[in-house]
Protein backbone atom coordinates (compact mmCIF):
# COMPACT_ATOMS: atom_id res chain seq x y z
CA UNK A 1 0.00 0.00 0.00
CA UNK A 2 1.30 3.49 -0.95
CA UNK A 3 2.07 6.16 1.74
CA UNK A 4 -0.92 8.14 -0.25
CA UNK A 5 -3.59 4.95 0.19
CA UNK A 6 -2.63 5.20 3.38
CA UNK A 7 -3.47 8.98 3.72
CA UNK A 8 -6.86 8.03 2.01
CA UNK A 9 -7.61 5.43 4.44
CA UNK A 10 -6.78 8.03 7.29
CA UNK A 11 -9.06 10.77 6.08
CA UNK A 12 -11.96 8.49 5.25
CA UNK A 13 -11.53 6.88 8.67
CA UNK A 14 -11.53 10.70 10.13
CA UNK A 15 -14.42 11.31 7.73
CA UNK A 16 -16.46 8.42 9.24
CA UNK A 17 -15.68 8.87 13.00
CA UNK A 18 -16.63 13.36 12.90
CA UNK A 19 -20.20 11.21 11.08
CA UNK A 20 -20.59 9.32 13.21
CA UNK A 21 -20.76 11.64 16.23
CA UNK A 22 -23.26 14.26 15.26
CA UNK A 23 -26.55 12.74 16.73
CA UNK A 24 -26.14 10.14 19.51
CA UNK A 25 -29.24 7.62 20.13
CA UNK A 26 -29.05 5.53 23.28
CA UNK A 27 -30.92 1.92 23.04
CA UNK A 28 -34.32 1.32 22.30
CA UNK A 29 -35.14 1.14 26.07
CA UNK A 30 -34.24 4.68 26.48
CA UNK A 31 -33.98 6.75 24.12
CA UNK A 32 -34.20 10.12 24.02
CA UNK A 33 -32.54 13.50 21.70
CA UNK A 34 -28.77 14.78 23.76
CA UNK A 35 -29.86 17.82 21.15
CA UNK A 36 -32.82 18.49 23.47
CA UNK A 37 -31.47 17.38 26.66
CA UNK A 38 -27.70 19.08 26.73
CA UNK A 39 -28.83 23.03 27.65
CA UNK A 40 -31.18 21.49 30.22
CA UNK A 41 -28.37 19.57 31.82
CA UNK A 42 -26.09 23.31 31.76
CA UNK A 43 -28.46 25.62 33.16
CA UNK A 44 -26.22 28.35 33.68
CA UNK A 45 -25.45 28.10 29.60
CA UNK A 46 -29.04 27.88 28.74
CA UNK A 47 -30.33 30.99 30.53
CA UNK A 48 -26.91 33.02 29.42
CA UNK A 49 -27.79 35.43 26.77
CA UNK A 50 -24.23 37.19 26.37
CA UNK A 51 -22.85 35.70 23.22
CA UNK A 52 -19.38 37.41 24.54
CA UNK A 53 -20.22 34.77 27.42
CA UNK A 54 -21.02 32.46 25.18
CA UNK A 55 -17.77 32.36 22.91
CA UNK A 56 -15.39 33.14 26.11
CA UNK A 57 -16.57 29.53 27.38
CA UNK A 58 -15.69 28.18 23.80
CA UNK A 59 -12.48 30.09 23.76
CA UNK A 60 -11.12 28.57 26.94
CA UNK A 61 -11.70 24.73 25.40
CA UNK A 62 -8.68 22.49 24.78
CA UNK A 63 -10.74 20.81 21.92
CA UNK A 64 -13.79 20.69 19.97
CA UNK A 65 -15.86 18.53 21.49
CA UNK A 66 -19.34 16.13 20.23
CA UNK A 67 -22.11 16.23 22.23
CA UNK A 68 -21.11 13.33 24.46
CA UNK A 69 -17.36 12.57 25.46
CA UNK A 70 -15.58 9.91 27.09
CA UNK A 71 -15.80 6.68 27.93
CA UNK A 72 -19.29 6.94 30.19
CA UNK A 73 -20.67 9.40 27.74
CA UNK A 74 -20.58 12.65 29.86
CA UNK A 75 -22.76 15.31 28.30
CA UNK A 76 -19.95 17.86 26.59
CA UNK A 77 -19.78 21.86 28.73
CA UNK A 78 -17.91 23.22 25.07
CA UNK A 79 -20.64 21.65 23.02
CA UNK A 80 -23.55 22.99 24.96
CA UNK A 81 -21.69 26.48 24.51
CA UNK A 82 -22.13 25.41 20.50
CA UNK A 83 -26.09 24.95 20.79
CA UNK A 84 -26.04 28.24 22.58
CA UNK A 85 -23.88 30.00 20.15
CA UNK A 86 -26.16 28.47 17.59
CA UNK A 87 -29.15 29.70 18.99
CA UNK A 88 -28.46 33.16 20.19
CA UNK A 89 -26.30 33.70 16.48
CA UNK A 90 -27.05 35.19 13.05
CA UNK A 91 -24.95 33.42 10.34
CA UNK A 92 -23.40 36.80 9.80
CA UNK A 93 -22.38 36.58 13.28
CA UNK A 94 -21.53 32.97 12.68
CA UNK A 95 -19.21 34.28 9.90
CA UNK A 96 -17.52 36.72 11.31
CA UNK A 97 -15.97 34.25 13.84
CA UNK A 98 -14.36 32.20 11.25
CA UNK A 99 -11.86 34.97 11.92
CA UNK A 100 -11.42 35.17 15.17
CA UNK A 101 -8.06 34.20 17.00
CA UNK A 102 -8.85 31.09 18.77
CA UNK A 103 -9.22 27.88 16.04
CA UNK A 104 -11.69 25.98 18.38
CA UNK A 105 -13.92 29.70 17.58
CA UNK A 106 -13.01 29.45 14.08
CA UNK A 107 -14.18 25.79 13.91
CA UNK A 108 -17.43 25.62 15.98
CA UNK A 109 -18.53 28.78 13.50
CA UNK A 110 -17.60 26.77 10.58
CA UNK A 111 -19.74 24.07 11.79
CA UNK A 112 -22.80 26.11 12.91
CA UNK A 113 -23.10 27.27 9.32
CA UNK A 114 -22.94 24.44 7.81
CA UNK A 115 -25.35 23.05 10.18
CA UNK A 116 -28.09 25.65 9.65
CA UNK A 117 -27.20 25.70 5.77
CA UNK A 118 -25.97 28.98 5.46
CA UNK A 119 -25.30 30.50 2.29
CA UNK A 120 -21.79 31.89 3.94
CA UNK A 121 -20.93 28.41 4.11
CA UNK A 122 -19.21 28.35 1.02
CA UNK A 123 -17.52 31.43 1.79
CA UNK A 124 -16.47 30.28 4.93
CA UNK A 125 -15.24 26.84 3.63
CA UNK A 126 -12.96 28.62 0.73
CA UNK A 127 -11.61 30.73 3.60
CA UNK A 128 -10.94 27.64 6.15
CA UNK A 129 -9.25 25.40 3.51
CA UNK A 130 -5.98 27.15 4.07
CA UNK A 131 -5.93 27.31 7.86
CA UNK A 132 -3.28 24.78 9.16
CA UNK A 133 -3.77 25.27 12.39
CA UNK A 134 -4.18 22.40 14.48
CA UNK A 135 -6.93 21.48 16.50
CA UNK A 136 -7.88 18.64 19.21
CA UNK A 137 -10.96 16.93 18.27
CA UNK A 138 -12.71 15.00 21.15
CA UNK A 139 -15.90 13.03 19.94
CA UNK A 140 -17.15 10.33 22.14
CA UNK A 141 -13.64 8.40 23.74
CA UNK A 142 -11.91 9.49 20.86
CA UNK A 143 -9.25 12.56 20.74
CA UNK A 144 -6.58 13.59 17.64
CA UNK A 145 -5.44 16.18 16.29
CA UNK A 146 -6.31 17.68 13.21
CA UNK A 147 -5.66 21.04 10.93
CA UNK A 148 -9.27 22.70 10.68
CA UNK A 149 -8.42 22.39 6.23
CA UNK A 150 -8.67 18.87 6.81
CA UNK A 151 -11.98 18.80 8.92
CA UNK A 152 -13.38 21.19 6.59
CA UNK A 153 -12.57 19.41 4.02
CA UNK A 154 -14.16 16.03 5.65
CA UNK A 155 -17.14 17.77 6.73
CA UNK A 156 -17.90 18.83 3.06
CA UNK A 157 -17.54 15.54 1.67
Known amino acids: MTSRNYLNTFLIAIFILLSC ?14 EDTILNHFP ?11 IGGLSESECVEGNAIGFTGN ?5 AYY ?10 L ?14 YAFKG ?17 SDTTHVCFYMGDTKMELKISDYVILKNN
Open 21 to 34: TEKYSANSDYDFNV
Open 113 to 129: LKEKNSSLYLKAEKILR
Open 83 to 92: RKLCQLSSDT
Open 44 to 54: DINHETNLGNI
Open 94 to 107: LFSLINNSNPIVRT
Open 75 to 79: LSRTY
